[in-house]
């Protein structure tokens, strides 16, 4: 049963566009969504996390959006340049449960 | 500081060889987490470590895994009689704390291939 499902599996954007990834959650037991970007030979590495009880956070050129009702939480990235061409995870966690569930992951080309 | 470490960087065996991979938590991290990285099932939860608590083990695939952390620092993952499927990149991360708000820095991983 895969509880944290993530959308698209592959982006291609162009420099300056705002690629937008989707992960919808299955668990209401959930309430710690973090999104981890990971670059190839390398381990994966936090961004921005959000809790449910805010609809938005902001973090320089990288928003969360969060619909709790939906079960719904998305990474927005500003003015995306070549350098945020990476894999992008989003994960869940909550209750008494520390350990992350993780969606199958996003992988971001920025064409120049 | 230093981040969390892990090695080999690489490991290469042969199909029921028995394998132990390392992870050097950030010091001062209590809490310590091992997952599984692969194609076809992405990042999956294997066990977690928290102080002197029992660990747990809910994601452990077989029994042919299992895990130790000694003196609640380093921590080691090992995989008995390897199968073909068990190959992966091998994760640990390390939280200052429990608790689910805290963040998990992970290492950069152990790829692990089984011939």
């Known amino acids: 049963q895969q509880q944290v499902k993530q959308s698209p599996q592959s982006l291609i954007v162009q420099k300056g566009g705002i690629p937008i990834i989707n992960c919808a959650y299955e668990n209401t037991a959930f309430d710690y969504f973090p999104w981890y970007q990971q670059f190839p030979g390398k381990g994966p590495a936090l961004l921005i996390a959000?809790?449910?009880?805010?609809s938005e956070k902001k973090e320089g050129r990288f928003t969360i959006s969060f619909n709790k009702s939906a079960k719904q939480f998305s990474l927005h990235i500003m003015d995306s340049q070549p350098g945020d061409s990476a894999t992008y995870f989003c994960a869940a966690s909550g209750g008494s449960n520390y350990k992350l569930t993780f969606g199958k992951g996003t992988l971001l080309t920025v064409n120049p | 500081g230093a981040g969390v470490s892990q090695s080999p960087s690489n490991k290469v065996t042969e199909k029921g060889k028995d394998v132990e991979l390392r992870c050097d938590p950030i010091?001062?991290?209590?809490?310590l987490y091992w997952y599984r990285q692969s194609l076809g099932q992405g990042l999956e939860f294997l066990i977690y470590f928290q102080g002197n608590s029992a660990p747990d083990k809910s994601g452990l695939p077989s029994d042919r895994f299992s895990a130790e952390r000694t003196g609640g620092s380093v921590s080691t993952l090992t995989i008995q009689r390897t199968q073909q499927e068990d190959s992966a990149v091998y994760l640990c991360?390390?939280?200052?704390?429990?608790?689910?708000?805290?963040?998990?820095?992970f290492g950069p991983g152990t790829r692990l291939t089984v011939l």
């Open positions: 991360a390390s939280s200052r704390d429990r608790g689910v708000y805290n963040e998990q820095f």
């Open positions: 959000i809790r449910p009880d805010v």
């Open positions: 010091s001062g991290h209590t809490a």
